[in-house]
């Protein structure tokens, strides 16, 4: 069975930082790009980071030089290291992964976790 397991979400206060993990069960993410992806309250899932099957990495503005996207191949696992949290940040995070050597936006991904929810409040 191909899955995405997403873990490492919780409560943390603002300034703080967590890291969440994606671990791949039935394939390979070697040749896959991956994306993570945010939904808060009310609002659509949207692309913040993302690494591609060479390793390049993305972000948006509002992640950059907060956030951190890695790859460990051998782990079969992406992480995405988040410091200085904001409250803003809250929200559900996706991993998902496109076969694919470049990233792809939400409608171009094949497989998705099912989130983990990141909390930011003092």
């Known amino acids: 069975q191909l899955q995405l397991v997403e873990s490492g979400g919780g409560l943390v206060k603002p300034g703080g930082s967590l890291r969440l993990s994606c671990a791949a069960s039935?394939?390979?993410?070697?040749?896959?790009?991956i994306g993570w992806f945010q939904q808060a309250p009310g609002q659509e899932r949207e692309g913040i980071s993302c690494?591609?099957?060479?390793?390049?990495?993305y972000y948006v503005d509002s992640v950059k030089g907060r956030f951190t996207i890695s790859r460990d191949n051998a782990k079969n696992t992406v992480y995405l290291q988040m410091n200085s949290l904001k409250p803003e940040d809250t929200a559900v995070y996706y991993c998902?992964?496109?076969?694919?050597?470049?990233?792809?936006?939400?409608?171009?991904?094949?497989?998705w976790g099912k989130g983990t929810l990141v909390t930011v409040s003092s």
């Open positions: 998902a992964a496109a076969r694919a050597s470049r990233c792809r936006n939400t409608n171009g991904m094949d497989y």
């Open positions: 039935g394939f390979t993410l070697d040749y896959y790009s």
């Open positions: 690494i591609t099957s060479d390793g390049s990495t």
